[in-house]
């Protein structure tokens, strides 16, 4: 049934009209998320919809798994939302579930964590390399407070720092979208609950204190498509997913979106770069096992590029 659908509107899809939105569209289900979605989102996911009927046409299944990953602030909440929307105006339901309720940890623990094994490594790697020394340590208990350790260019005044950050970049390398950091388990049950057609899926639902951790049941009955945004959406450790979307974007486009987006007129600290450094790597090295690429300008790019 889902296919006769696909079928059809594929012959269509060429003077498909984007629907006006509506304020009732679907969104990802992490508790305060807020989209805004402007004409550029909207230029990336109608021309992202053909593509994604093309693909679905070629599964053969009843029941589909689409993630949509990417970087920080390439616009996965909005434009899988809008894959949503256009998927329901054409009578397939479609369910947007955020990956962001998956981490092991809230976010402020998780930070924290980020910040230990980075830490506690770096260290480690001032020991064995012989560079570690009280006079050493002062310093980085300052550079700690100004939460500057992680900055490369602290390594042209003082060079054993180089060290600290090596080890310390490596060991974070080994935690950030790991099983250490990400609950893959759990979104694979709901990936293979949904696949087996249950009619009521507990989701979990995460905020930002310990003590907000619940699960809402869904009704997924009339749902034929499960959509996943997530940054790690493409992971080798998430089974089941049919047609990965990459969202792709440069480090550089990435840092400059997050700080027009700043709030406080803060940029991102040297450690935050970091961090989106390695997703970045992380996201490249699974570019080449999407269906689906489109750069932050718009454009469709080969998985071979990658």
């Not at 305060?32 to 550029?40: C, L, Q, S, V, Y």
């Not at 616009?75 to 962001?100: F, N, P, R, T, W």
């Not at 486009?253 to 991102?268: F, P, S, W």
């Amino acid at each position: 049934m889902l296919k006769e659908k696909l079928l059809k509107l594929r012959e269509g899809v060429e003077g498909w009209v984007p629907p006006v939105l509506s304020e009732d569209m679907p969104h990802g289900d992490m508790p305060g998320d807020k989209i805004r979605i402007n004409e550029t989102h909207i230029a990336k996911a109608s021309k992202i919809f053909p593509a994604l009927i093309d693909e679905m046409v070629k599964t053969d299944r009843e029941k589909i798994v689409v993630s949509v990953f990417g970087g920080s602030g390439v616009g996965k909440s909005e434009i899988a939302s809008l894959l949503a929307y256009y998927l329901q105006s054409c009578g397939i339901g479609a369910y947007v579930m955020s990956g962001d309720n998956y981490p092991r940890r809230i976010p402020l623990y998780n930070d924290a964590e980020r910040a230990s094994i980075f830490r506690s490594e770096g260290l480690k790697g001032l020991l064995k390399q012989g560079a570690y020394t009280p006079d050493n340590q002062k310093v980085l208990d300052e550079l700690w407070a100004h939460e500057t350790d992680a900055d490369p260019k602290k390594t042209e005044t003082y060079p054993w720092l180089t060290f600290y950050q090596q080890y310390g970049r490596a060991a974070l390398a080994q935690y950030l979208g790991t099983y250490k950091e990400q609950d893959y388990d759990q979104v694979n049950w709901i990936i293979n609950a949904f696949k087996e057609g249950a009619e009521d899926i507990f989701m979990k639902r995460m905020g930002r204190s310990e003590d907000a951790r619940w699960y809402d049941p869904v009704d997924f009955r009339k749902i034929n498509v499960l959509i996943i945004e997530w940054t790690h959406g493409g992971n080798e450790n998430l089974k089941g997913i049919d047609i990965p979307v990459l969202l792709n974007s440069t480090p550089e486009e990435t840092r400059e979106h997050r700080r027009l987006r700043a709030r406080d007129g803060k940029t991102d600290s040297a450690f935050t770069t970091m961090v989106l450094e390695i997703e970045q790597a992380e996201l490249d090295s699974r570019a080449r096992f999407a269906k689906i690429i489109i750069s932050k300008a718009g454009e469709f790019l080969n998985p071979e590029d990658f």
